[in-house]
């Protein structure tokens, strides 16, 4: 295990674990360790100025290269950075080259061009010149002493820095290696050979394994190291793309090219971001803006203008009209900045997969969730066997999807295009294998029909652990990933674990959250990844190349770093052709989220998201350094742009110089203080104290919280299997997170029955940002409840735990300011828990037109022309805004109109139940359950559609139906009554009316189900006709006379 410089030993005895700190401040880091960064050119490491910041060569876009090949770049070669192609500037210490501009702070007029000014040196005094231009990179001196400095420089009787302070009496004289040459400081360069002209000082005596001689230009070592340099970079110029022969090798001269290096791929960012063209976007933006203006004068008209024989009605729609608009920006505003991001694999592979040479590929963690059940448990043992023939299957002939019941029933001809006839008869054979498989299932499935009285009974004859699956203890098993089981062609296999967390009676277990935190900690002992991936049990990877699509942005060394998740859209199989209930939700994957991904990033949706273990973890984000002033070159150095610069960096204290020089020596002492919030942690603090730090954050579990300094990832090489599975089981354990943040500032968050929205929500607040991947090819697919009652009871899941937030801390409005959430961001958070309160207003507003029809009233007075040029405006904004961000998503207009349909819906339904539920379990402490969705929807036609449940959701929009539809009818056949002059103010009660009832009409069609012979739009406008058709039939009246019954006698005498 990779401990970072510390002693790790424990036991699983909570009281044998001990933390022993390395000595930091004995400890010699390397720069690659304070920097964290590379040359990417010779891959040496990046030096570290006086300021104690990494050298920094181009300003303007911090490509990192070493000071060596910035010299080198700007004496030989193009004298401009070799990614963003701007000149390089002039930096303190560096030579004058031809172009450069003067400049008074970093301008040495007497040794302008003094690059090889070695005249009268020896060669030896040149080479050890260099060398100590190399060894002295980042001071205020060029490097390269001068004569003076080399013939009168006093002795320095200081022990050279790489002595590391300490004298070795055990080195006899004659193997003294290092002599202090006549220099001021502290420079140190071997000298092998004798100069009369320069007197020798008293040598110092070093430690063998740190002998200076081996350094140096003329050294072997050095020609090692300069062969090795080579050879890498010829390495690098085999992948590249450009040019070569038939069999990828370049001819002649091409590998002297210095600027080919920069060329390869696999050195390019693994990802980008592809801006939505400004002729689409910009017309979006302008309607935004317009449409906020609209909206000024619409509440301007409508607060001025009361109507004050219904001043009720007209009170009642305003306040619901106000709601609606702000709810409106808090949806619109997040949508500002859309953008979409292309992933490069090549480069990827390129990058983390060389020939001839292990993956560096980082390993992922897959979390799918169980509940104690033995067909389960069952089900994975037989799908392990089957997956030693079906993987290297779907490897040898690139299979796609990987799910074998979706691949084997896709309806395509896989002999098409010449196929060659061995993947026939191996399809063929494994399609065999496959259906084998299934019976075996299906059998088990029949199986567990029938519990036996005593409960399930191992083969071993041992009872099942989980008979009773409230109360049962962990159980881990092991089946794929063992040492000895690999496939049958003998390659390994990834790790197959079955993980059953504990469950007893009188703990809070937190459901879906509680199980993913199990889960996070499980893996950490036994394989520790540093990525994980959460898929729901019913969804399956359809893209098998998905997890390389989130290493493109998890690995990133430019941008990865502080990226806490990447999110993939949703998509399902078995929905109806016309998706009438909104199942497939495409306007908030392709449209929303595209929008939050220009901001912080992506909301979690719960599933189909790839995780960076060290950000569930509570971590703050990593703050990128500031980058050095940047300089204009058209400006002087008077400008205002860039003075204020200059000055703040030259009067900056020396104690704010001297505490960027001593930060954090250590990752796990910043993991700390993230922890704590404490600034002033040193690496001196005791081992006991940082024990009790992580385990009152962690748990006392000590190889997990060993785990959790380990940003790579990775388990201890020596700790045996058994021991790790013991460990794991404590992990797991019902009383493991008490008096701990589980739940609260670590892993998936408690408090809500909706914990991705607050989880998600936690990491933005900790400055993480995360990222939208949408792959060509659907990453993930899933199945989605397409009955009516069940598509109602999961919205009424979702609208519940944003009603919890809203009541909970941790809600939007009100939690996480000075951290790292963007405005912006906060506004989506802040709509996805009020959007509930919304359904108050909209039912309220869609019984207005049902009154207004059968009272004879309006909420609007006698529209003026002015007020008729408003309302059209703001008419035709909403529809302009909706055409354009169709037309940015990629959305079509069907799915546009499902989603604003099924908005009405669940806000009439599930919203309003959810938010009374949400009440009275905040308030009163009364607890409700929701119904299970149905997720069966493999029938192709689709039976399950039209399967009538009854619920108490279906009351309020069926008593809105109800109440518009009497309301037109009776609106009609009084207009009818009362002559012609009725009509105008008739119409705009119909168009409010018909605007509900053309909202509700999915649920009507649910509510009268499937019908064989006659569409549901013939028959409800039937109903309706026929009712206005009878009124008017009454009001007509042909048996009556138009001027009214005549009365004759009849001379008949009725007595």
């Known amino acids: 295990m990779n401990t970072g410089g510390r002693l790790i030993a424990g036991s699983h005895n909570r009281n044998e674990f001990v933390l022993i700190n390395a000595d930091e401040n004995a400890r010699i880091k390397s720069v690659q360790e304070l920097s964290g960064q590379v040359c990417q050119i010779c891959e040496d490491e990046i030096e570290i100025t006086v300021d104690g910041e990494p050298f920094v060569a181009c300003n303007e876009c911090a490509f990192p290269v070493c000071r060596p090949c910035y010299e080198y770049e700007r004496r030989e070669g193009n004298q401009a950075c070799p990614q963003c192609k701007t000149r390089y500037k002039r930096l303190k210490g560096s030579p004058r080259v031809e172009g450069d501009e003067e400049e008074d702070d970093i301008d040495d007029l007497e040794h302008e061009f003094d690059y090889g000014n070695f005249d009268?040196?020896?060669?030896?005094?040149?080479?050890?010149?260099?060398?100590?231009?190399?060894?002295?990179?980042?001071?205020?001196?060029?490097?390269?002493p001068t004569h003076g400095e080399l013939d009168s420089s006093p002795l320095s009787s200081k022990i050279p820095l790489l002595t590391y302070g300490e004298e070795d009496t055990e080195i006899s004289s004659d193997r003294h290696a290092l002599i202090v040459p006549p220099s001021h400081g502290y420079r140190c360069h071997p000298s092998s050979f004798p100069d009369p002209s320069i007197p020798l000082a008293?040598?110092?005596?070093?430690?063998?394994?740190?002998?200076i001689a081996v350094y140096g230009y003329g050294s072997v070592a050095w020609k090692d190291r300069m062969e090795d340099w080579k050879k890498r970079q010829n390495d690098k110029l085999q992948?590249?793309?450009?040019?070569?022969?038939?069999?990828?090798?370049?001819?002649?001269?091409?590998?002297?090219?210095?600027?080919?290096?920069?060329?390869?791929?696999?050195?390019?960012?693994?990802?980008?971001?592809?801006?939505?063209?400004?002729?689409?976007?910009?017309?979006?933006?302008?309607?935004?803006?317009?449409?906020?203006?609209?909206?000024?004068?619409?509440?301007?008209y409508r607060i001025l203008h009361p109507v004050n024989d219904a001043y009720g009605l007209w009170l009642t729609s305003v306040i619901c009209e106000i709601w609606f608009a702000v709810s409106w920006i808090l949806d619109q505003f997040p949508k500002w900045y859309p953008i979409e991001r292309e992933t490069y694999l090549d480069r990827l592979s390129l990058r983390y997969e060389k020939e001839g040479k292990p993956s560096e590929l980082a390993s992922v963690d897959v979390f799918v969730n169980d509940g104690a059940a033995m067909l389960t448990f069952e089900a994975l043992s037989e799908t392990s066997e089957f997956a030693r023939k079906w993987v290297p299957f779907c490897k040898k002939f690139n299979i796609e999807p990987r799910a074998p019941e979706w691949y084997f029933s896709q309806k395509i001809d896989y002999l098409k295009n010449k196929v060659h006839p061995a993947f026939v008869r191996e399809r063929r054979?494994?399609?065999?294998?496959?259906?084998?498989?299934?019976?075996?299932?299906?059998?088990?499935?029949?199986?567990?029909?029938?519990?036996?009285?005593?409960?399930w009974t191992m083969q071993d004859g041992t009872p099942w652990p989980g008979n009773n699956v409230r109360d049962h203890p962990g159980m881990i098993q092991v089946f794929l990933g063992q040492t000895g089981v690999r496939d049958v062609e003998g390659n390994e296999l990834p790790r197959l674990v079955y993980v059953s967390r504990e469950k007893r009676p009188g703990f809070e277990h937190h459901k879906k959250a509680g199980a993913m935190n199990a889960l996070m900690r499980v893996t950490a002992v036994l394989s520790n990844a540093p990525y994980l991936l959460n898929v729901d049990c019913?969804?399956?990877?359809?893209?098998?190349?998905?997890?390389?699509?989130?290493?493109?942005?998890?690995?990133?060394?430019?941008?990865?770093?502080?990226?806490?998740?990447?999110?993939?859209?949703?998509?399902?199989?078995?929905?109806?052709?016309h998706d009438r209930y909104s199942n497939r939700n495409v306007v908030f994957f392709d449209i929303n989220m595209k929008g939050l991904d220009g901001l912080q990033g992506p909301i979690y949706v719960g599933t189909g998201c790839v995780f960076r273990r060290q950000a569930l973890y509570g971590y703050d984000a990593p703050v990128k350094k500031r980058l050095p002033g940047k300089t204009c070159n058209c400006w002087p150095k008077w400008c205002c742009l860039c003075f204020g610069s200059r000055k703040n960096k030259k009067s900056m204290p020396k104690k704010e110089k001297k505490k960027s020089k001593n930060r954090d020596a250590s990752k796990q002492i910043h993991a700390l203080e993230n922890i704590e919030g404490i600034e002033d942690s040193t690496p001196e603090k005791s081992s006991e104290?940082?024990?009790?730090?992580?385990?009152?954050?962690?748990?006392?579990?000590?190889?997990?919280?060993?785990?959790?300094?380990?940003?790579?990832?990775?388990?201890?090489?020596?700790?045996?299997?058994?021991?790790?599975?013991?460990?794991?089981?404590?992990?797991?354990?019902?009383?493991?997170?008490?008096?701990?943040?589980?739940?609260?500032?670590?892993?998936?968050?408690?408090?809500?029955?909706?914990?991705?929205?607050?989880?998600?929500?936690?990491?933005?607040?900790?400055?993480?940002?995360?990222?939208?991947?949408?792959?060509?090819?659907?990453?993930?697919?899933?199945?989605?409840?397409?009955?009516?009652?069940?598509?109602?009871?999961?919205?009424?899941?979702?609208?519940?735990?944003?009603?919890?937030?809203?009541?909970?801390?941790?809600?939007?409005?009100?939690?996480?300011?000075?951290?790292?959430?963007?405005?912006?961001?906060?506004?989506?958070?802040?709509?996805?828990?009020?959007?509930?309160?919304?359904?108050?207003?909209?039912?309220?507003?869609?019984?207005?037109?049902?009154?207004?029809?059968?009272?004879?009233?309006?909420?609007?007075?006698?529209?003026?022309?002015?007020?008729?040029?408003?309302?059209?405006a703001l008419f035709i904004s909403i529809a302009?805004?909706?055409?354009?961000?169709?037309?940015?998503?990629?959305?079509?207009?069907?799915?546009?109109?499902?989603?604003?349909?099924?908005?009405?819906?669940?806000?009439?339904?599930?919203?309003?139940?959810?938010?009374?539920?949400?009440?009275?379990?905040?308030?009163?402490?009364?607890?409700?359950?929701?119904?299970?969705?149905?997720?069966?929807?493999?029938?192709g036609e689709f039976s399950e559609l039209y399967l009538f449940k009854w619920t108490s959701l279906l009351i309020p929009p069926t008593t809105l139906l109800i109440m518009n539809i009497v309301g037109v009818v009776v609106g009609v056949s009084d207009a009818i009554n009362n002559g012609y002059d009725s009509w105008g103010p008739l119409f705009g009660r119909l168009f409010f009316a018909l605007w509900v009832i053309l909202h509700l009409y999915p649920f009507l069609k649910g509510l009268l189900g499937k019908q064989d012979r006659m569409p549901t739009i013939i028959l409800v406008w039937s109903i309706l006709l026929a009712s206005i058709l009878t009124l008017l039939w009454v009001r007509v009246n042909p048996f009556v006379s138009k001027g009214g019954p005549v009365l004759e006698l009849c001379g008949l005498n009725c007595d």
Request: charged share 20%.
């Open 120 to 144: 009268g040196l020896s060669p030896e005094q040149v080479a050890e010149a260099m060398l100590s231009s190399r060894m002295n990179t980042g001071r205020d001196i060029s490097g390269i």
């Open 202 to 211: 008293q040598p110092r005596p070093m430690v063998p394994k740190k002998d």
């Open 239 to 300: 992948v590249v793309k450009h040019g070569g022969n038939d069999n990828g090798n370049f001819e002649g001269n091409e590998l002297d090219d210095p600027d080919l290096p920069m060329m390869d791929e696999g050195r390019q960012p693994l990802s980008r971001k592809l801006p939505i063209p400004s002729s689409k976007i910009n017309p979006y933006r302008m309607i935004i803006i317009l449409r906020l203006v609209v909206l000024g004068l619409f509440f301007h």
């Open 429 to 455: 054979a494994m399609k065999r294998e496959y259906e084998e498989f299934k019976v075996k299932i299906n059998g088990l499935v029949a199986t567990a029909q029938k519990v036996p009285e005593d409960g």
């Open 538 to 577: 019913d969804h399956y990877i359809n893209n098998s190349r998905a997890l390389r699509e989130a290493m493109c942005f998890m690995m990133d060394q430019t941008s990865g770093k502080k990226v806490c998740y990447v999110q993939f859209p949703q998509r399902f199989d078995g929905i109806d052709l």
């Open 689 to 872: 104290t940082s024990q009790m730090k992580l385990e009152k954050k962690f748990g006392q579990s000590p190889v997990f919280v060993a785990s959790t300094l380990l940003e790579n990832g990775g388990v201890p090489r020596d700790a045996s299997p058994a021991s790790l599975l013991r460990e794991a089981i404590q992990v797991i354990s019902c009383g493991y997170e008490d008096k701990t943040e589980w739940g609260k500032e670590v892993g998936w968050i408690y408090g809500s029955v909706t914990e991705d929205i607050l989880t998600g929500f936690k990491m933005h607040c900790h400055g993480w940002r995360s990222v939208y991947c949408i792959p060509k090819r659907p990453a993930f697919k899933g199945s989605a409840p397409i009955n009516l009652s069940d598509r109602l009871h999961q919205v009424l899941r979702w609208a519940l735990g944003s009603v919890e937030i809203f009541f909970s801390k941790h809600c939007p409005i009100w939690y996480g300011y000075g951290g790292g959430l963007k405005w912006l961001e906060r506004f989506s958070y802040i709509n996805s828990v009020v959007y509930p309160w919304t359904s108050i207003p909209l039912i309220v507003y869609c019984t207005l037109p049902a009154i207004c029809l059968l009272t004879g009233k309006f909420i609007v007075p006698e529209i003026s022309n002015y007020a008729s040029i408003v309302f059209m």
């Open 880 to 939: 302009a805004t909706g055409i354009l961000e169709m037309q940015w998503g990629g959305v079509g207009i069907d799915d546009w109109w499902r989603n604003e349909q099924f908005w009405v819906i669940g806000g009439a339904s599930s919203h309003l139940f959810a938010l009374f539920q949400g009440l009275l379990k905040v308030l009163a402490g009364v607890s409700t359950s929701f119904t299970v969705t149905s997720k069966a929807a493999d029938d």
